[in-house]
């Protein structure tokens, strides 16, 4: 069966450093990989998605993620945080051979300090 | 602006009562999804449907039921809510494959407790 891993539960960063919010995937065939965001008391909203195009996808507010089958990766990473930024982020992976039933991995809190 | 409704914010049940989730999309989509999400836990399929009337298990049924007889509107059930059942339900609607394309439009949330 297909998963995700996120790496670490909670991150915390400085405004105007950059982020790295790891997802690692297991899947015996090429999944489409998203990142989704939570902000408090507001439902999930999708980042950016991945389906065999580009390995590098770039999303909104600024963020970005790379695909690398090698390491079986896909880490969301933003230059620069902003205050706005903090939230929670899902990484998912699709079933094998496509479908409708998404695998959440269990989240990254993100804090942005001043 | 599209949207996935989802009827009550906050709901504070008792324990052994019966518990309807509502959930009201106008995108036309096909296939809709309610999960539940926990701290740690991440999100967790408990049924989906694909069309009216058609249903299938997600990863936690137990203790739940749904309802979709209009293509807009999916009803989550619960049978005699327990305190273990204390949790954010979330509900999705997509297009069929949509999974590789736009992926799923998400509610709001329900912030359910029962004591």
């Known amino acids: 069966a297909q998963s995700v891993t996120q790496l670490d539960s909670h991150v915390s960063v400085s405004e105007g450093t950059p982020v790295l919010l790891r997802c690692n995937y297991s899947?015996?065939?090429?999944?489409?990989l998203f990142w989704y965001v939570q902000h408090p008391n507001k439902g999930l909203q999708l980042l950016l998605k991945?389906?065999?195009?580009?390995?590098l996808v770039k999303g909104i507010n600024g963020f970005e993620a790379e695909f690398k089958k090698s390491e079986t990766s896909f880490h969301l990473t933003k230059p620069s945080a902003h205050m706005s930024d903090a939230a929670e982020y899902f990484c998912?992976?699709?079933?094998?051979?496509?479908?409708?039933?998404?695998?959440f991995g269990t989240g990254t809190q993100l804090k942005v300090e001043l | 602006d599209v949207k996935v409704t989802q009827s009550s914010r906050y709901l504070v049940k008792r324990t052994g009562e019966k518990v309807f989730l509502e959930c009201v999309q106008d995108?036309?989509?096909?296939?809709m999804f309610w999960y539940r999400q926990d701290p740690g836990l991440g999100l967790r399929l408990i049924y989906f449907?694909?069309?009216?009337?058609?249903?299938e298990k997600g990863d936690i049924p137990e203790g739940y039921s749904v309802s979709r007889e209009k293509k807009e509107r999916f009803s989550l059930i619960l049978e005699s809510a327990s305190t273990n059942q204390t949790s954010m339900y979330l509900c999705?609607?997509?297009?069929?494959?949509?999974?590789?394309?736009?992926?799923?439009?998400f509610g709001s949330g329900t912030r359910l407790t029962v004591v």
């Open positions: 999705a609607s997509s297009y069929p494959g949509q999974t590789e394309g736009y992926g799923y439009t």
């Open positions: 449907s694909y069309d009216v009337k058609m249903k």
């Open positions: 995108m036309d989509h096909e296939n």
């Open positions: 998912v992976v699709t079933p094998p051979g496509g479908g409708n039933k998404l695998t």
């Open positions: 991945y389906t065999s195009a580009a390995t």
């Open positions: 899947s015996s065939y090429s999944p489409s």
